[in-house]
């Protein structure tokens, strides 16, 4: 083996090494003894100088007109595609995904940074009338200045580019942190973005843990929007150290993602979607749809197919294209799921298929878990209540659509549901009962599109949504213009009764 590189964090315009000198390693989930690359180990002293070159280099982008932000934008998107298969190679090895999903994560930011890039030319305010004559006004969105960017392993190049794209394009400057198991794909995206000619200390990434980098960078006084996806738990941290300086805070976090499948659904259609959204990406979305809410008078058959099909999954390598499903992004990730399935088997639930780590052979060095089904679950259990982030479905048995909706409703998380089912008025009425932020009719829990809105309700999020418009209000701020041409004061409010 060659020797291997090391990576810089991306501070003014340069790379450079972390002021500490203290470096991690980045190693394949499903094949630890390949070493990907060295990366920073950071702390505060990089963070202060990434928010300095941030700051100072916001004061001339605020001024770039937006539709040269975007061509900028435009121009990484263009690149992305031309890199896109050795991106999501890079990917695949650092995070564990199989390719086809790699690719469908580059292609993400690919997606989100042409339809941001179109922004450029839109960024849409309102005119309005006066109430008063000979008086103008309209709104426009407003940058903010330092945007922090908190982002996890799972979407290692998509999630950055929600963030990222729509902030430049609005204004901001960037600095990133991203996850430690994911640095690489993120160094990627941000090298992408420099070599399409982003000024210097316009973005800026520092690599590093979540205490010693994530919390003094959204702490920070000059960071003025911290843009976190993660944890509930960590998410609630986020929140609190944004509070005192009422900083803009955009949360994504937990959820539990419910498929109902109903007594007239096409059954084969509702197992290939429960198999995706339980077992793509080894079950590591926040969408992933962990549980599975089926009318009892399918219940059986809808059970005895999907148990058939999850057992004959491939897992392994996700270099290998024959593969289906990869390994769990670490350790702690991997004791966490084989935690659950003890948990639920203490429960009481039914443990139809899968329940152990693989180990042997090509297994041995990675960090794999069988897909596994509990079946007869209550919604009580804790299997059916919290986020696993693993390869582990629960499915609950049910009497009808309200109770369906009651179950997949009672959680406290409430990112992203599905309904199965051939009845144009059931999938109506959950499309509107669902307290969710994603709704889908015929199709799993997983895969938003970038133009629509993503985000959830409850301990999900905290009121935002990214992608979509609704990502430039979190990387924005309205100003009412209102300009009056009438030559004498007129008051509002009372000079026009
Ligand atoms: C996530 O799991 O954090 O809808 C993001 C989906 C993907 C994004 C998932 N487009 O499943």
Redesign the pocket.
């Known amino acids: 083996m060659g020797k291997v590189k090391e990576y810089k964090n991306f501070i003014g315009g340069k790379w450079v090494g972390a002021q500490g000198g203290d470096t991690f390693e980045n190693r394949n989930p499903a094949n630890t003894s390949e070493l990907l690359g060295i990366f920073q180990k950071s702390d505060h002293r990089d963070v202060n100088n990434a928010v300095a070159a941030a700051s100072e280099a916001y004061r001339s982008w605020r001024l770039y007109p937006a539709p040269k932000r975007a061509e900028i934008v435009f121009a990484a998107a263009r690149r992305l595609m031309e890199s896109k298969e050795s991106f999501a190679r890079d990917m695949t090895r650092e995070m564990g995904k199989v390719l086809a999903e790699t690719r469908?994560d580059v292609q993400?930011a690919i997606d989100m940074s042409f339809y941001m890039a179109g922004e450029g030319r839109r960024m849409f305010g309102q005119t309005t009338p006066s109430e008063l004559p000979n008086k103008f006004q309209m709104s426009l969105r407003m940058p903010l200045g330092v945007g922090a960017m908190i982002t996890?392993w799972?979407?290692p190049m998509?999630?950055p580019s929600w963030k990222i794209m729509p902030a430049l394009v609005c204004g901001n400057t960037v600095v990133i942190k991203p996850a430690t198991d994911t640095p690489l794909s993120a160094i990627n995206l941000v090298r992408t973005l420099d070599e399409c000619g982003l000024p210097k200390g316009v973005l800026n990434l520092v690599t590093g843990t979540g205490s010693e980098v994530g919390t003094p960078l959204m702490k920070h006084p000059d960071v003025k929007v911290v843009s976190f996806?993660g944890s509930t738990e960590v998410g609630r941290s986020v929140s609190e150290a944004c509070a005192p300086q009422f900083k803009h805070c955009h949360l994504?976090m937990g959820?539990k993602n419910v498929i109902m499948v109903m007594d007239d659904a096409r059954i084969d259609l509702a197992v290939d979607g429960a198999l995706w959204?339980g077992f793509?990406?080894t079950g590591?979305?926040?969408?992933?749809s962990s549980r599975i809410v089926v009318h009892q008078k399918v219940y059986k058959k809808f059970l005895n197919r999907f148990v058939d099909r999850a057992r004959q999954l491939r897992v392994g390598n996700g270099l290998d294209e024959s593969v289906q499903m990869g390994p769990s992004i670490n350790e702690k990730q991997l004791e966490t799921v084989v935690r659950y399935v003890d948990i639920g088997r203490q429960e009481g639930a039914k443990l139809l298929c899968g329940g152990h780590r693989l180990t042997r052979g090509s297994y041995r060095k990675g960090w794999f878990h069988e897909p596994t089904i509990f079946a007869d679950v209550n919604r009580k259990m804790r299997v059916a209540c919290e986020e696993i982030f693993g390869p582990v479905v629960s499915v609950i048995s049910c009497r009808s659509l309200e109770e369906a909706i009651d179950i997949g409703n009672s959680v406290e998380y409430g990112?992203?549901s599905a309904l199965y089912t051939q009845d144009v008025n059931r999938a109506f009425t959950a499309m509107r009962d669902m307290y969710t932020g994603?709704f889908y009719v015929n199709a799993s829990?997983?895969?938003?599109?970038?133009h629509l809105p993503?985000g959830g309700t409850k301990n999900t999020g905290n009121g935002h949504r990214e992608a979509g418009q609704a990502a430039l209000d979190v990387f924005s701020e309205w100003k009412a213009v209102y300009v009056d041409f009438s030559g004498r004061l007129q008051r509002a409010q009372i000079d026009n009764n």
């Open positions: 469908g993400e996890p799972n979407f998509a999630i996806t994504e959820g959204g793509g990406t590591q979305r926040c969408t992933a990112l992203s994603i829990t997983i895969g938003a599109e970038v993503f």
